[in-house]
């Protein structure tokens, strides 16, 4: 009898594991153009919980956002490619944010609230949070050695895929693969 428990026990955690692997693999060939830069990770890791400081002065940690898909983004008003990138960001918020999935942008180091209000401003984004991580300690925790770079959170709130550098965020392949992670659970 423990025998054939062990046996079904096994079973079921490898048919888990493939269909796992499948999911990722799924969402790996929605992957296109620039979004081949997304890499999905084997297994969900965690999500350090440092404080940043909200938009309205309060702390803020990634645990606020358990619960639903996570796109997000760290950025600074010095970047270039992240003054391209952000109204797409902006767009894929305004057309699928909700519920189950939001994009969150934390300016990391150096840049006072005036002067991202100015970078928003100036590129017509008024959907986006003005969150910031002053110190850099969330994104050295969560290994941001560039800008920008771009996290996804499951609604475990652990990380399940990066993309470094800027991407097409509104682009038909990043909606679908975020409307695949939000229809499909796929990733936690």
């Known amino acids: 009898m423990k025998r054939l428990l062990g046996i079904v026990l096994y079973m079921g955690l490898a048919l888990g594991a493939n269909a796992a692997m499948a999911d990722t693999a799924a969402l790996e060939a929605l992957r296109e153009g620039d979004m081949k830069k997304l890499v999905f990770h084997d297994a969900p890791k965690p999500a350090p919980q440092v404080e940043f400081v909200r938009e309205d002065g309060a702390a803020g940690t990634l645990a606020d956002y358990r619960g639903k898909y996570v796109v997000v983004n760290f950025w600074a008003t010095w970047c270039a490619p992240c003054r391209v990138e952000m109204p797409m960001l902006s767009n894929l918020q305004a057309e699928m944010g909700g519920e189950d999935f939001e994009v969150v942008t934390i300016a990391t180091g150096r840049n006072p609230p005036p002067a991202m209000k100015a970078f928003f401003d100036e590129i017509g984004v008024d959907n986006l949070p003005l969150h910031r991580d002053p110190k850099s300690a969330l994104a050295r925790q969560m290994g941001v050695f560039g800008l920008p770079l ?36 796929g990733g936690s």
């Open 150 to 185: 771009t996290v996804i959170l499951g609604p475990e709130g652990r990380e399940i895929a990066r993309l470094q550098g800027d991407a097409t965020w509104d682009s038909e392949s990043a909606k679908a693969i975020i409307a695949a992670l939000i229809e499909g659970g």
